[in-house]
């Protein structure tokens, strides 16, 4: 069992930055890939990027790709999203998860989800 906790949310204006913060409990975080979804009001919700277990490959929807950057620290059982150059419609709440077994892109491979972060960006 793992559980994920995302911190690091708020308002910021259109190009700031934001960090966000999962940290997670357990002694077994680095056998864990790791994702980055967000759901937007009325909207479903979306894979962000991933990164593997080691920390060596990472992948981003193309939505972010070049502004967001995930990385992970597995001694302090954390994972990071770096977003920069924010925009309007990157408003949503973001969940971090973690897989067990896979290193994918659809939601339904993850087994464990943090309860999210509101990112809201002004225009």
């Known amino acids: 069992q793992v559980q994920l906790v995302e911190s690091g949310g708020g308002l910021v204006q259109a190009g700031g930055s934001l960090r966000l913060s999962c940290a997670a409990s357990?002694?077994?975080?680095?056998?864990?890939?790791m994702g980055w979804f967000r759901q937007a009001p009325g909207k479903e919700r979306e894979f962000v990027g991933r990164?593997?277990?080691?920390?060596?490959?990472?992948s981003y929807a193309d939505s972010v790709k070049g502004r967001f950057t995930i990385s992970r620290d597995n001694a302090k059982s954390t994972v990071y999203l770096q977003m920069n150059s924010l925009k309007f419609e990157d408003t949503a709440v973001y969940y971090c998860a973690a897989d067990r077994v896979n290193f994918g892109e659809l939601q339904k491979m993850y087994d464990y989800w943090g309860q999210g972060t509101q990112v809201t960006v002004s225009p």
């Open positions: 990164i593997s277990r080691s920390g060596a490959i990472t």
């Open positions: 357990g002694r077994t975080f680095s056998s864990y890939a």
